[in-house]
Antibody, heavy 117, light 108 residues
Framework: QVQLQESGPGLVKASETLSLTCAVS????????WSWIRQPPGKGLEWIGHLSNSGSTNYNPSLKSRVTILVATSKNQFSLKLSSVTAADTAVYYC???????????WGQGTMVTVSS | EIVLTQSPGTLSLSPGERATLSCRAS???????LAWYQQKPGQAPRLLIQGASSRATGVPDRFSGSGSGTDFTLSISRLEPEDFAVYYC?????????FGQGTRLEIK
């Protein structure tokens, strides 16, 4: 059974960098795409970006200048870094597995990140 | 980017009734790359429908998807108590991947 688990600080100061890790268990990270998606409190879903099985990345243009998604294949993990955060970046952050057609079939439970001033 | 507009914002129905949720795209969705997700409070979204009409593994057959181009529909034939949740559509035919704003299905 494939499981994803996000981890990282729940509180980040404004202007600093948000860093999260997603641990993948029950499957190899190699054959799939791996995404980050976020959801501000009481609002809808926003795709942040993904990492392909070839190591290439694709980011939402609205966040592209601040986002980095990296893979640690040996650890079966991938990570998210979002720089220069503001209160607008406060959200639940989900990691998810994307099928080749980019539907998200498996999700982590999500982790709440609050940006404080 | 493709903007997805879902309607209605909130749908109030009773168990046993039929639900029809709409998702309209600002541009044609390539190859009907349109998915539907269900989200319950405090939980991650769950994939229901992909390719506009194919049910994901384990999804009951009371859920069905239809549509093409810019107009898509999620139907739930007979509502069960566990179906009351928020539903999102998602397009993945053109980057960036985008989601609709959601339809809340509540018990009447």
């Amino acid at each position: 059974q494939v499981q994803l688990q996000e981890s990282g600080p729940g509180l980040v100061k404004a202007s600093e960098t948000l860093s999260l890790t997603c641990a993948v268990s029950g499957a190899s990270i190699s054959p799939y795409y791996w995404s980050w998606i976020r959801q501000p409190p009481g609002k809808g879903l926003e795709w942040i970006g993904h990492l392909s099985n070839s190591g290439s990345t694709n980011y939402n243009p609205s966040l592209k200048s601040r986002v980095t998604i990296l893979v640690a294949t040996s650890k079966n993990q991938f990570s998210l870094k979002l720089s220069s955060v503001t209160a607008a970046d406060t959200a639940v952050y989900y990691c998810a597995r994307a099928m080749p057609d980019h539907t998200f079939d498996i999700w982590g439970q999500g982790t709440m990140v609050t940006v404080s001033s | 980017e493709i903007v997805l507009t879902q309607s209605p914002g909130t749908l109030s129905l009773s168990p046993g009734e039929r639900a029809t949720l709409s998702c309209r795209a600002s541009q044609s969705v390539t190859s009907n790359y349109l998915a539907w997700y269900q989200q319950k409070p405090g939980q991650a979204p769950r994939l229901l429908i992909q390719g506009a009409s194919s049910r994901a593994t384990g999804v009951p057959d009371r859920f069905s998807g239809s549509g093409s181009g810019t107009d898509f529909t999620l139907s739930i034939s007979r509502l069960e108590p566990e179906d009351f949740a928020v539903y999102y559509c998602q397009q993945y035919g053109r980057s960036p991947i985008t989601f609709g704003q959601g339809t809340r299905l509540e018990i009447k």
